[in-house]
């Protein structure tokens, strides 16, 4: 079995320097910043839906990315483009809008306003009925509820000097 594993190992790593994937990989460019999304825009040509779902798509990764690196008003932005736009497809606004809320009740994410993450819980439950992010809104906000609740009652019983 180790034999075959290793025999598979090898012929993977001889094809893919055969075909040259390993180099074509190597040479791509990872865009700076999200000026270099704008290879991915298109055309007002209706034809191209899965080109402008790659495109949406594309996008999400990229500000997924910018959550990780701490660029909140960046990723914030894109998720808001991608929300207003008409063009991409409701699953795509809705995790757009879903990650907005996700956002601004994040803890490290310092202007984190549990008010505005409830706001575009309940635009996407409104907007989109049908989602699958529907459920874990809903339940979402309740908690972020008893979060709003239980610092209102902490800072009544301890007030600062």
Known sequence: MKIF??????????????????????????PESAAGLEEFQIGDDEDDNLIKKK?????????????KLGDYQLAIKIYEEIYNDDKYK???????????????ESFLYENADL?????????????????????????????????IKEKEIYEKNNPTE
């Open 5 to 30: 594993v290793l025999f598979i190992s090898f012929f993977v790593i001889f094809s893919c320097t055969k075909h040259k994937l390993v180099e074509d990989f190597e040479k791509q460019e990872i």
């Open 115 to 147: 008010n505005k993450a409830i706001y575009y819980y309940e635009l996407l439950i409104a907007e989109f009925p049908l989602s699958e992010h529907r459920l874990e809104s809903f339940q979402r906000i309740e908690l972020l509820r008893l979060r």
């Open 90 to 104: 409701d699953d795509q606004r809705d995790d757009a809008i879903f990650k907005l809320g996700l956002t601004f």
């Open 55 to 67: 495109n949406a798509n594309a996008k999400l990764v990229y500000a997924d990315n910018l959550i």
